[in-house]
């Protein structure tokens, strides 16, 4: 079946780096976009990034936007998301997901579990 395994996050003070990966399973890896999202407590889910199935597109939202990069390794079927800059604004649950067309577009259908990321001094 279709597995999503989010790892990579902890506890890191403002201005650190942390690296989120995101080992896939049971699909086809190469057919799909796959994106990362957050949710803070009490905040609804924002999307952070996106890369296309071919890694030839990459989206960011605006608030990570110099700070983060995404990038994906077809051989071992994992998505990175490499975080610099850390901000209290960063802390969250962070999923990653795959999204159906490929390209970005918005259409999400399978989840991981989440890893935890707080920036914290």
């Known amino acids: 079946q279709v597995k999503l395994v989010e790892s990579g996050g902890g506890l890191v003070q403002p201005g650190g780096s942390l690296r989120l990966s995101c080992a896939a399973s049971?699909?086809?890896?190469?057919?799909?976009?796959i994106a990362w999202f957050r949710q803070a407590p009490g905040k609804v889910r924002e999307g952070v990034s996106c890369v296309s199935r071919s890694a030839t597109s990459t989206w960011y939202a605006d608030s990570v936007k110099g700070r983060f990069t995404i990038s994906r390794d077809s051989v071992k079927k994992t998505v990175y998301l490499q975080m610099s800059s850390l901000k209290a604004e960063d802390t969250g649950v962070y999923h990653c997901s795959t999204e159906i067309s490929g390209h970005c577009r918005g259409h999400y259908d399978f989840w991981g579990q989440g890893t935890q990321v707080t920036v914290s001094s």
């Open positions: 049971g699909f086809t890896f190469d057919e799909y976009a």
